[in-house]
């Protein structure tokens, strides 16, 4: 593999030209992940997957993360912040016009498209909106979530399986507890109405005891392969 390119380390001359590469910005949150997990569980595994990706495909630039996103649910929990759906929708429009310039534009047009890489569900409803107004003012964006067929839901089995892969040292394996184990589907309005303590005292949907780097590794490379596979076949409808 090959390094990722990243802005931060490189200087504009490194860009100039017509090179039209694909930004990757990996999109993360600043919320509680549970008594044992750090507070940028998902900006740690979108900035892994967004390198990842940038190794294993050519013409890709990583962008500095965004590492606060809309994480209201998570406010009962000390030390959680969040912009809200509409001002993140709003940072991301932005975000993307500025490395795409409107064609006929005098300013320098570096990047051909830009690759939203979003590690929390929490940023869905915003990444989504962003992307359709993006599109219908001609700016190619493709937005990728993770999906763990079987996985739980919030900083349970597979994000601290994932982070004993990506970053054992972050997580304090000694405080890893069960929190609710119901599923999303039967929870899921009291969260949205009421916020993630309403369903669980410790902040943790799903048990993180059971939670293994062996299984956060073949769940980091399937989700590496699906991101890299969802990247190319857009960049085909580029023209690239």
Known sequence: MAPAVRLSGSTWPDLA???????????GSCEQHGPHLPFDTDT????????????????????PSIGIGA???????????????????????????????????P????????????????????T??????????????????PRVPDGDSHAGRTETSLLLHLDPAAVRIDRAQPGSTARWREIGDVVVAQGLAAVTANGVLGDPTTATAAEGEAVFVALVDALCASVEAWRDTLGR
């Open 17 to 27: 030209g017509d090179r039209r590469d694909v930004l990757v910005v990996p999109l």
């Open 44 to 63: 740690r595994i979108a900035e892994h997957l967004s390198a990842a990706l940038a190794e294993r495909v050519d013409g890709l630039v990583v962008a």
């Open 71 to 105: 994480s209201g649910e998570h406010e009962s929990f000390p030390g959680t912040l969040s912009i809200g759906t509409v001002a993140l929708e709003a940072v991301l429009v932005e975000l993307v016009r500025s490395a795409l310039p409107p064609p006929g534009s």
């Open 107 to 126: 300013r320098p047009r570096p990047f051909g498209g830009v690759v939203l890489v979003n590690g929390h569900g929490g940023n869905v409803e915003a």
């Open 128 to 145: 989504g909106r962003a992307a359709a107004l993006l599109s219908d003012e001609g700016r190619d964006v493709l937005v990728w979530h």
